[in-house]
């Protein structure tokens, strides 16, 4: 008896504040209602349930006022100029498999933040058993790059230019319009379907049309906005007048690797050097690292897989965040992926091949009419790693405004 009273109670205690809680709610309710007109509906349902958190239209991440040193000149951004809108656009479209035939394969499938934006694997693997013809790309700093061109061979104009290119290639994403795969249209019609895009143009563009210089525009800012100036590198130049004079926060060693890599080397006429650097800023130019626009090749003339010769990779991205400051590359280097480590792209250097059919070799890699030999010493191989490894930062690998906002990936 007394138990089935305590039960009782409890039920009765229980349905009490159960009332009182619905009563709650409805008040809570009623008095959103009286500021609301009843037709709101939230413009944002189909992006909330896509991205979560990771995507907020009400309060974005920054993207286009992003700090950059005083020393940094180059940018190629001319008209298409970051807004931090267009850049979240650009995010979402960065990750969204959608863009591939067959719904599995993203450019951040072969561009991954933890690896600079490039990939492990030596060519990266496209839609239904694809795979690219050269090793990706790191995507750091393409933004101030004075060759505004894009791609190791720069067949792409500009970056916006570039952007659709990799969608529309039947190897990678496969929006091709062969072998009975749909093209850019069928692509502008599938993404045209899927409501969050609709949510996120009319916000972005103010109406929900999506075209491919919509896409070109948001992709190139999102790529744009990947920057990486926290390095020691930069910390050390902020220190001094001339990126030439010692840095007061590097070792002895990383200063005379800086040294070695910013001064051009002095030959004996017959190819061989004497004295100097090792002129490696002739063509990746301090403090941008981007490549020099009129460099031919650099005797890296490979195919991969094919026995074949190509001339015209005469691109390079920054050579920033090539080696993380723990010493680890992100990626293997050159369009060919040869190299696996940075004293093998050294070695490279050190005895430039100057192979009969290479018509277009740049002259600063034969200056006597022979392939260099620049005869590097195990210290100066040192000392130009240790200068190597203080070019990477590590917000680029972390920041989550660079990061898969999917939330089922
Ligand atoms: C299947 C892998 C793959 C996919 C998917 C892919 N890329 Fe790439 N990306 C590469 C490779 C490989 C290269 C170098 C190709 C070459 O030069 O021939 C490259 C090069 C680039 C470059 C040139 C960088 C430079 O400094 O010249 C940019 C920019 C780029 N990709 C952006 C993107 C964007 C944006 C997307 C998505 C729309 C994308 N990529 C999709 C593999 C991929
Ligand atoms: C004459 C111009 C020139 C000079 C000088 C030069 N390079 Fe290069 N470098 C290039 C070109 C062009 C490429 C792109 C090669 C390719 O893959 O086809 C490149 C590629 C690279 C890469 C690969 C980048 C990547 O993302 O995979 C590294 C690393 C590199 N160079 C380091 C150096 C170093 C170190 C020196 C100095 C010893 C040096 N380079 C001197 C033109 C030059």
Not at 46 to 59: E, H, P, Q, R
Not at 95 to 114: F, M, R, W
Not at 369 to 397: D, H, P, R, W
């Amino acid at each position: 008896m007394k138990k089935t009273l305590s039960i009782t109670s409890t039920f009765l205690l229980f349905l009490v504040i159960l009332i009182s809680c619905s009563k709650a709610d409805l008040s809570t309710t009623s008095t959103n209602n009286s500021n609301a007109p009843a037709s709101l509906v939230d413009p944002y349902t189909a992006t909330k349930a896509s991205f979560g958190n990771n995507i907020d239209f009400l309060n974005l991440s920054n993207y286009a006022s992003q700090p950059k040193p005083s020393y940094i000149s180059n940018d190629n951004t001319g008209a298409n100029t970051i807004t931090d809108a267009k850049a979240t656009l650009g995010r979402i479209l960065f990750y969204d498999k959608n863009l591939s035939v067959t719904n599995t394969i993203s450019c951040g499938s072969c561009h991954k933040q933890a690896f600079a934006f490039s990939d492990t694997a030596l060519v990266s693997a496209g839609v239904e058993g694809g795979f690219t013809a050269r090793h990706s790309m790191r995507l750091i700093n393409a933004r101030f790059a004075n060759e505004a061109k894009f791609f190791w061979n720069e067949r792409a104009a500009s970056l916006e230019i570039q952007t659709t290119m990799p969608i529309q290639d039947h190897a990678e994403m496969g929006f091709s319009g062969l072998n009975g795969r749909g093209n850019m249209i069928s692509l502008l019609t599938k993404l045209s379907g899927i409501k969050y895009y609709n949510e996120i143009f009319k916000t972005v563009y103010g109406d929900t049309l999506i075209s491919e210089a919509r896409l070109q525009e948001s992709l190139a800012q999102f790529v744009r906005s990947i920057q990486s100036f926290d390095s020691k590198f930069d910390a050390g130049r902020a220190l001094v007048n001339n990126e030439r004079d010692p840095f007061p926060n590097y070792t002895a060693t990383e200063n005379a690797g800086k040294n070695l890599y910013l001064t051009p080397p002095v030959f004996d006429g017959k190819g061989n050097r004497i004295s100097g650097g090792i002129g490696c800023n002739g063509c990746h130019r301090a403090p941008e690292f981007d490549i020099d626009p009129n460099t031919k090749n650099n005797g890296i003339i490979g195919v991969i897989g094919s026995t074949a010769t190509e001339l015209n990779n005469t691109r390079a991205p920054s050579l920033r965040d090539l080696i993380k400051a723990d010493g680890t590359v992100n990626s293997k280097m050159m369009h060919t992926g040869l190299f696996t480590t940075f004293e093998g792209v050294l070695g490279h250097y050190n005895t430039i091949p100057n192979l009969g059919g290479n018509n277009n070799l740049d002259g600063r890699l034969k200056v006597d009419g022979v392939g260099n030999k620049l005869n590097l010493t195990n210290t100066e191989i040192t000392q130009v790693v240790a200068f190597m490894k203080t070019l990477s930062g590590t917000n680029v690998y972390a920041d989550k405004k660079w990061a898969n906002p999917f939330l089922i990936q």
